[in-house]
């Protein structure tokens, strides 16, 4: 695929998941407003690219892939790079990773039908949440902000098309 490298668009990985084109992935990287001490919760390891870009601007990175030759080949990419504050699941992100939470930021590189109560579980007061929602075809990408008083807050920022996320919240 290196010769397609340069293009803007979606791209198969393995598995019948895809990366992001680069200007979603810095969008939703915009929107999520990660900051130096942030901690991050990462739904969807896929190839690491997005992984590796939120661990170059958040204190710690928590990220869950459901399938275990993705992960450990997105592990071995990472590793190579020397990131030491990446933390590594594999297993049904749908749940989230309870244990850390919870998150300052979470994204969520995968579709759900509606919106994951686990995942609005685990962040944090103050806390932002990427995360595209709606049915097979095309979706809405939703900013989710935590208030300090606990209420929860959605704002749609576009149409994206991603592939399914896959748990409880699947379609």
């Excluded at 103050?126 to 995360?131: E, K, P, S, W």
């Amino acid at each position: 695929m290196k010769k397609h490298a340069g293009i803007d668009g979606p791209l198969p990985i393995g598995f019948g998941q895809t990366i992001s084109q680069p200007s979603l992935v810095l969008e939703m990287t915009r929107l999520l407003e990660p900051e130096n001490d942030s901690v991050v919760l990462e739904i969807g390891t896929g190839s690491g690219f997005q992984t590796a870009i939120l661990a170059k601007m958040a204190a710690e990175v928590y990220t869950v892939e459901r399938i275990d030759e993705l992960a450990k080949k997105a592990r071995e990419r990472l590793e190579a790079l020397n990131f030491s504050n990446i933390h590594y699941k594999i297993g049904d992100g749908s749940n989230g990773w309870r244990e850390h939470a919870p998150y300052d930021r979470i994204m969520v590189t995968a579709a759900a039908g509606l919106l994951p109560e686990e995942l609005v579980n685990q962040l944090a007061d103050g806390g932002r949440m990427v995360i595209p929602i709606g049915p097979p075809h095309m979706q809405e990408l939703k900013l989710i902000t935590k208030a300090d008083t606990g209420e929860i807050h959605g704002e749609t920022i576009g149409r994206v098309r991603f592939v399914e996320f896959i748990g409880r919240y699947g379609w």
